[in-house]
């Protein structure tokens, strides 16, 4: 008799129910969420989860946020911005509180993930607005692992403001040599202000970028406008697209 084998169904994502123990504020439109999420089977750091919510009506609606936590800590931290018109970030970031119950699914993502150990460096982040957030997840995922693979973030916001994690940017930077932090404003110019001003262009990406000689690893997040323009930029200046990896979001906040 001859055996014969089969590929190994996947794995079914499942939902569950989490709580909430802890809110705070980032921006004036972001807030983190920190769950305690029962059986939870551990994440990469850059993946997201879906969550979804259930009207009286029994009307469902579900939205993807990357999860801004390390895989070190046993408890997920989403980072969610309000988009004014959105059906569930304002529930999110404006409604709920300690010791409520949100319903959950994931990890979700293999692709944009990035593991100290077995990935290396050098590691170039890109980031737009709220696509710090998967970026975040990965620099406190380093700083965790005590990780000393040179790293670089280039991190354009609106404003001063709505820098999210700013503070402790502020403290990563300035405790590890091997940590830059670049950041610009593009609808702010203020007095001391030691950052770039204006849009991450050619000559910005250039001159904070590693060079294609150096095999940078490159994860760009944030909206598709500039996750497009900046992998079109990276890789005119010789960077391989396999060395590059990007996750987007559009208008309503989705993945």
């Known amino acids: 008799m001859t055996d014969t084998l089969t590929a190994p169904r996947p794995t079914r ?59 070190q800590e046993p408890q997920v931290s989403l980072t969610v911005e309000r988009i004014e018109d959105g059906e569930v970030s304002p529930y999110l970031t404006d409604e709920l509180r300690a010791g409520d119950l949100l319903e959950l699914r994931g990890p979700v993502g293999g692709y944009f993930t990035w593991d100290a150990a077995r990935d290396g460096g050098p590691l170039f982040l890109v980031a737009g607005g709220s696509g710090v957030v998967p970026l975040m997840s990965m620099l406190r995922h380093r700083a965790a692992t005590r990780s000393r693979v040179p790293t670089r973030l280039l991190y354009s916001s609106r404003t001063l403001e709505e820098i999210f994690y700013r503070d402790e940017l502020q403290r990563m930077a300035a405790g590890d040599a091997d940590l830059e932090i670049i950041q610009t404003l593009t609808r702010e110019q203020l007095p001391g202000w030691t950052g770039h001003t204006g849009r991450i262009d050619r000559d910005l990406l250039a001159s904070v970028a590693w060079g294609p000689q150096q095999r940078p690893l490159i994860y760009i997040c944030g909206p598709t406008s500039l996750v497009e323009a900046m992998a079109s930029l990276l890789q005119a200046q010789g960077h391989a697209p396999e060395r590059l990896k990007t996750e987007r979001f559009g208008p309503t906040g989705n993945k």
């Open 13 to 71: 994502i499942m939902w569950r129910l989490a709580r909430v123990v802890q809110t705070r504020e980032e921006t004036p439109r972001a807030r983190t969420l920190v769950l305690d999420v029962p059986d939870w089977p551990g994440h990469r750091a850059g993946q997201h989860v879906d969550v979804r919510l259930t009207a009286e009506t029994g009307y469902q609606t579900q939205r993807s946020y990357s999860i801004a936590s390390p895989p």
